[in-house]
């Protein structure tokens, strides 16, 4: 299983909703990454969790809130966000995290959840 | 800090044409840098990368790329280009030690035409 998989694909929430993105990898990746990506933009890196434990914080507002609960599993919980907010959700995982200037380190992305706040 | 430039924000081109996108670096340390592309909705794919030896850098899908540090450059080619690579292109770059926090270009959407 080479795939990193995004639940939902698409979701449309109000501003006053809470709500949580799902990524899922059995590659037994250790690092595991959340991007944003708006319209027509590169991704901008948001969290990034090494080895289960919060390495990389990209100044991200409190209403997008991380979580890795196992190697697996990485969540970005939602709560009052904003219509600007609306974007692409990548979720993303590389074998070991130990920079990606490695050899053998590549990031391998979901095809992403697409938000939109209302 | 780093950063890298992506001059042409499209390329369209004919099949079977060959192909260059742009991209330069700027920084004043070594540095990695990267090609990924994305298909319509889709997650980005790594086509190839620099990080140090052999500056022609061969990557996925009959694309390469040379790293040339006198013009800071880190151009993408393609002999000859199929409908299937229309998409859009992302150059990117972390410096050498720098972790996991790639910083990527504004992107150049590819499309190929009949």
């Known amino acids: 299983d080479t795939e990193v998989t995004q639940t939902p694909k698409h979701l449309v929430m109000g501003m006053t909703n809470k709500k949580s993105l799902k990524c899922e990898q059995h590659?037994?990746?250790?690092?595991m990454y959340w991007y944003k990506q708006k319209a027509k933009k590169p991704p901008e890196l948001m969290f990034v969790y090494s080895y289960e434990k919060l390495s990389i914080n990209e100044s991200v507002p409190s209403r997008f809130s991380p979580e890795c609960p196992n190697s697996s599993l990485l969540n970005l919980h939602l709560h009052a966000l904003q219509p600007e907010d609306s974007a692409l959700y990548l979720c993303?995982?590389?074998?070991?995290?130990?920079?990606?200037?490695?050899?053998?380190?590549?990031?391998?992305f979901g095809s992403g959840t697409q938000l939109s706040v209302l | 800090a780093q950063s890298v430039t992506q001059l042409d924000s499209q390329v369209p081109v004919f099949e079977e044409a060959p192909v260059e996108l742009r991209c330069n670096y700027s920084s004043s340390v070594s540095v990695y840098l990267f090609w990924y592309v994305q298909y319509p909705n889709q997650g980005l794919q790594l086509l190839l990368k620099y990080l140090s030896g052999s500056t022609l850098v061969k990557g996925i899908n009959g694309f390469e790329a040379e790293f040339n540090k006198s013009q800071t450059s880190f151009h993408l080619r393609k002999p000859s280009v199929h409908i299937s690579d229309t998409a859009e292109y992302f150059c990117a770059v972390i410096l050498t030690g720098g972790g996991n926090k790639l910083t990527f270009g504004t992107g150049t959407q590819l499309k190929v035409e009949l």
């Open positions: 590659m037994g990746h250790r690092a």
């Open positions: 993303a995982s590389s074998p070991r995290g130990q920079g990606l200037g490695a050899t053998n380190e590549k990031l391998f």
